[in-house]
Structures are given as C-alpha cells and as structure tokens.
C-alpha cells in the first residue's frame, strides 16, 4: 500500500464520550486515545489532523472543553473544531460564540444536520456563520449517511448548503462526506461556489462488510469521478473520520488516484494547510515503510 507523507487529516474524533467504540471503530482493540490516536497517525503518514468535538458530549460546551483539552496536550499535533447545536436555542448559541471568542487556537466550526434535527441554511445558524466570517475559519457541514439509525438524513442532504455558499460568500464551507450518498449533489455545489470545499471522510463501509475489498475500491472511483466533475483537485480535502476508518486505508482512496502527483499532495495536505492556517510539516516524514 502507497503510504501518505506529511498529510493533513481534516476530520477526526476522540472523546470519552465515543459511544461503543468497540463496536464502530475499523478495529476491535483499537487504542482509542490520544497516544494511540498519535501512534496511528505516524504509522499513515499523518503529520497533523483536525479534531472535531463530537456530537455525543452531554453539551457543547463541555465537548469543547474536552477536545480543546486533547489539542493542547497533542503538543501541535492536533488542531481544534468546536461545534454548537442550534436546536439548543439561542442562548445556547451565543454560549459557544463567546466560548470561541476566547479561544484562540480555534481552527473551525462543525455542525451536525441529521444527528440533529436541522437544515443547513436554518435562520438560527446565521450568528454562527457571521462570526466564522468574522473570525475567518471554515463551518464544516455533516452531509449524507448518519452513522446511526435515529438520524434523520433529510437534514443532511448537501443541496442547502449553496443557499449559505450565496448568502455568506465570505465563509468558507466543507461538505463533510462529499454528501455521501448524494456525492454529484454536493461536487455541483462545491463546482458552482468557490468558497465551498469537500472533504474525503467517512466513506467506507465496517472492515466487517463482506465486500470491503471491492467497496474501497468503488469508493476511489467514486472520488475519482468527482474530482473529473468539477476539474479541479483545489477544493477536496483528504479526511478519515477516525476511529471508523483506519488511517492508512482512508490515505488510499487518494494516494492511488489517477491524478498528476501534485493534485494528491494538495488533497492530502496543501490544501488542508491553506484552507486552515496550518504550519509546514514538522519536519521528516513520520511514515512507515511503503
């Protein structure tokens, strides 16, 4: 397997609150915490990935509390993405702007429609998106499939999000999940509206489904395809979704796409780095052997 040097993996998880890891994660015994997190990231290639609070946390503030936690002890390895959950109500909203007013390291901002019941262009998220416009970092945007079966995938359908891309031209929006499995919905809107970027997580089905092998496979075309769709590779960013998907086989579905080697290197890491205010690489590649 090709492996990724210095990638830049923009959306994975770790919390407490992970929900029977056992069961979802690509691996039984997988070392969910923030030593093994980091020890998988250097076997892949990984040199730095984007944290995402999760969903899961009794609040959003305390999920907050607990990734910014995670972030600072990664020693720069890792960069923080807070959430907020509009259905809460205002006030609740307003909690976590002033939360992120006073966090600096603050990278960007995930919403969750369809594991919470909203659409992307509800009015209730427009101070979320005045102050990711003001503050300059990205809102990264759940689309498609919802990991669970009490999710509503209604809500997450990638079509509202080029109502926002128009309205707040200002604000840079990730299609989380290329939409999946609306992926040609999402590449038209990431095609139309140059402030709106896809990212590559979340595709794969369990390492448990029969057909795995041959999944993978389909999936990879599919990214293929949609890059062909929108002609260029300047908008797509390389992501996992750990601890549902192993680093190295999410890593795959773009070392082996057939793209000219600087369209990988940027869907791997340059375009992450640009989009995000992201350092050089530290340094040597961590990778292991090819």
Not at 13 to 35: C, F, M, P
Request: glycine residues 8%; aromatic residues 8%; hydrophobic residues 35%.
């Amino acid at each position: 397997m090709t492996a990724a040097r210095n990638a830049v993996d923009t959306h994975t998880h770790l919390s407490r609150w992970w929900r029977d890891i056992q069961e979802t994660g690509y691996r039984r015994d997988i070392d969910y915490t923030l030593e093994g997190m980091l020890r998988e990231m250097d076997a892949a290639g990984i040199d730095h990935s984007m944290l995402i609070q999760v969903n899961d946390a009794p609040s959003p503030p305390e999920g907050h509390a607990e990734a910014r936690s995670l972030v600072a002890e990664s020693k720069g390895r890792l960069s923080l993405i807070s959430s907020a959950n509009p259905t809460l109500g205002a006030s609740a909203v307003e909690e976590m702007v002033a939360l992120w007013d006073g966090t600096p390291e603050l990278k960007g901002i995930k919403l969750f429609p369809g594991y919470n019941p909203f659409y992307p262009d509800d009015p209730r998220l427009d101070p979320i998106y005045e102050y990711a416009a003001q503050r300059g970092v990205p809102v990264l945007i759940h689309t498609g499939d919802t990991m669970d079966n009490w999710g509503h995938v209604k809500y997450s359908r990638p079509l509202p999000i080029d109502d926002i891309a128009v309205r707040f031209r200002d604000v840079r929006f990730v299609v989380c999940h290329l939409g999946n499995p609306w992926i040609d919905e999402a590449m038209e809107i990431i095609y139309k509206n140059p402030n709106v970027y896809g990212d590559t997580s979340g595709l794969l089905a369990h390492p448990s489904y029969p057909l795995f092998d041959r999944h993978v496979d389909l999936v990879r075309r599919r990214i293929q395809d949609a890059i062909s769709m929108t002609g260029t590779a300047e908008r797509v960013l390389y992501g996992s979704d750990w601890p549902l998907i192993d680093f190295r086989v999410a890593t795959s579905l773009v070392t082996r796409l057939d793209l000219p080697e600087r369209d990988r290197e940027a869907i791997l890491g340059g375009n992450a780095r640009r989009l995000f205010g992201l350092p050089p690489p530290h340094g040597a590649s961590r990778a292991g052997p090819s």
